[in-house]
C-alpha cells in the first residue's frame, strides 16, 4: 500500500507519502510559527489561511520528494479531528477533491492515534500491545492504554491546560525570545539547562551573587550545601489517590514569582534562567510522579511510547528513566524521532495504512470533523463499525 497523508490540525502544513512496508518516502512540514509568534499562539484564522497556501504547496512538494504520481497511490488520510475546525477543513477539502478526481478510497484519521501509533512506523522492534502511551503535546497531556489499534483507554487526563500550552506560557511570561524551528517549549528547555543551579554552567560570580540578592531577602536560603534560589513551585495534586494532571497552578505561581523578582516588568537573563528551570523542574516532577502512580497498577504492561512536541525534551526524557528505575518496571520506553514526535503527516498516513490492513473501507465525503474527540471514540460514527 502507498497513502497520501495530509495533517492540518494545528499551525503546521504537513503532507507525506508512507508505504506499508514501513519506508518514508517524503514527509513535508512546512511550519507557520513566524506568523503567529505576534498573536501570541496559534491564530484560527491566519492559520487556516495560512493552510490554504501551505496544503498545495506540501502536497506538490510530498509528490515531488517521493517521485511518484497520484496514479500510484492506493489512498489518501486525512486528519479528522481534534483540532481546529477551519485549519482541518483545509486539509480534508484538499483530501477530497484529490479522492475525487481519481477515484482513491478516502480515511479520516485521529491525530492522537496517529501520535500514538508512530514508534510502529518508525522502531525495529515495535511495542506490543498492550503498551502506555505518554501524550504531552500543545493541546493533550494524557496517559493512554494503547489495548489494540483501534482501543485506547485514558488513564489521566489533564484538569485544566496542557503541558505545551503552560510551557508556551511560561515562555512568554519570562520573555524569551521566539524560535522559529521548535516552539517556544524548547527554548525554555534550554535556558533551564544555562541554570546557575546545573552542574556545568558558566555564570561568574558576580551574576550569581546578584542573582543571591534578588532573592535571598524575599526566601530564607534553606541550610543546603547547593544553594537554592527560588523556593519550589507548588506541588499539584499531591494526593496520591488523585489520579490526574493539573498545571494551572503552576502557571499561576509562576507568574506570582516572575512579577515579585521584577517589578519593573523586565525579566532579566538570570532570573529567566533560573525560573525556567525550576518551572521545567516542577511541572516534569508532578507529571512523572502521576504517571508512576498509574503504571505501578498495570505491571504487566511491557512499553511506554511518549510522543507529541514536549516529548522532545532531555530533562523529561532522564526522568522517565529514574522513575522506571525506581519502580522496577518491564516497560520499554520509546520515542519517535523528533521530527516524528511534532506535527507531521506521515503518521497520519501510517495509521491509515494499519486501519486498511485491519479491514477498513473508504469512508467518503460525508464524515463531519471533530474539534474535539476522545481518544476512547474513536470509530462511534462510522457506519461500518
Ligand atoms: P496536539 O497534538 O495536542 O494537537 P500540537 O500538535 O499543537 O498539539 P505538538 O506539535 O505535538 O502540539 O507540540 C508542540 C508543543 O510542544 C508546544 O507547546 C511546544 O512548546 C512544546 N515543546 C516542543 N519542544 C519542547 C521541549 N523541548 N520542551 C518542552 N516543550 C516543548
Ligand atoms: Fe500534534
Redesign the pocket.
Known sequence: LTVLGIES????SCAAIVTSDRNILSNVVIKQHDQNADYGGIHPLKAQHAHQVGIPEAIRLAFTQARITITQVDAIAYTRG??MIGCLSVGASSAKALAAAHNIPLIGVH??QA?ALTPLLTESTPPEYPFFVL?V????TQLVLAKSLDKFQILLDTLDN?I??V??KAARLLQLPPSLE?????V??YYASLSYSQPNNQLDNSSKSHLNSLTSSMFPRPDHKTPKLLPPLPRPLPSKTQKAFSFSGLLSATERLVNQLCPDGRVDEEVQKEISRAFQLATMGHLVDKVSLVMKDYPDVRGLVVS???A??QY?RRSLVKMLRDIDSKAKLFYPPVEL???NAAMIAWTAILRLQAGAKDEGFGLALRAKWSLEDLYDDLPQR
Open positions: 490540525s494545528a499551525d503546521d481534534p483540532g491525530h492522537m501520535h501524550l503535546s500543545g493541546g493533550h496542557s505545551g500550552n510551557f508556551d521548535r516552539g517556544p517549549g524548547a525554555l528547555e507529541g512536541g514536549v522532545c525534551n523529561l514526535c511534532t506535527d
